[in-house]
Structure formats: C-alpha cells, structure tokens
C-alpha cells in the first residue's frame, strides 16, 4: 500500500488574517520511502525534524532538495493520529515573519537542520504563494500510511 500525503500550507499577514491557502495531494517520494524504510527495519536515521520552503522549479517525483530552498524551520510539531486515524502522522512547521520571504513554490520535509542537506521524506511543488516580510506561513503535513 502507498504512502500518501496532503500538504495544507496557509499564509497570514502581520494581523493574522489569512492571506492564502493551498492544499496539495501527493505521493511520498522514492527517498522518502527508503527512509521509512530504513526506520522500520532498524537502521540509524534519523528523524524527520524540519521543513524547507523554496522558490525553485519543480523538482519533480524522485527530488532529495529543493530546487531552490530559501528557508528551513524546526518542526513545530509530529504527532500520530488518533485512534480512529492512528496511521497518520501529521507535522506541522511555521515560518515567521521574515523568514523565507519571496514567491514559495516548494516545500518539503527533511531529517537535518542544514541547508540542501539530510533526507527529503516529502515533497510538494505548488502554485506560488507570495510571501512578505511580514508575513507567516505554516504547513501541515499529513502522511498516511498504508492509503490508497
């Protein structure tokens, strides 16, 4: 069974209000599958702790960067479903105000602080979201295991 995700990313300017949304349906990525994996059978990776946001080109199904990240944030949060849902498991990461500005058309989710660096679980190209300096964008993304 497949790995899918769905990607709901909002922004909101400096007062809160929502400025735009975007919900993306896809597939976990060929790194991404390796690295899950790896975590399952034991092997020493490890975990998803950050999400990038980029302005690059789409990287396309088989990507292990961004095509141009301007940005990575700590995971605010990784939690699994709830009992009715307990194979998903959701992260969430904002990036405030000043962080990342430009026009984001990426996004992806990765096991290192370091720029360009660790292990791509997820990745999504989308239609461009502009993001100003006052600005904050957060992404939640959630994978669930064993869909269809």
Not at 96 to 109: C, D, L
């Amino acid at each position: 069974m497949p790995m899918n995700t769905n990607c709901h990313i909002v922004l909101r300017n400096e007062y809160g209000s929502i400025k735009a949304t975007r919900d993306i349906h896809n597939s976990v990525n060929p790194p991404g599958d390796k690295h899950v994996a790896d975590r399952l059978s034991g092997v020493a990776d490890d975990a998803m702790s950050h999400m990038a946001s980029g302005t690059g080109a789409d990287a396309g199904s088989s990507a292990t960067t961004l095509t141009t990240e301007n940005a990575r944030v700590a995971l605010d949060s990784t939690t699994q479903g709830t009992a009715a849902a307990d194979n998903d498991v959701v992260y969430v990461a904002t990036f405030p105000a000043g962080t990342g500005t430009g026009t984001i058309t990426e996004a992806g989710i990765f096991n290192d602080a370091t720029t360009d660096t660790g292990d791509l679980l997820c990745y999504s190209h989308f239609t461009g979201i502009a993001k100003a300096a006052g600005d904050a964008l957060e992404i939640t993304w959630t994978l669930t295991c064993g869909a269809s």
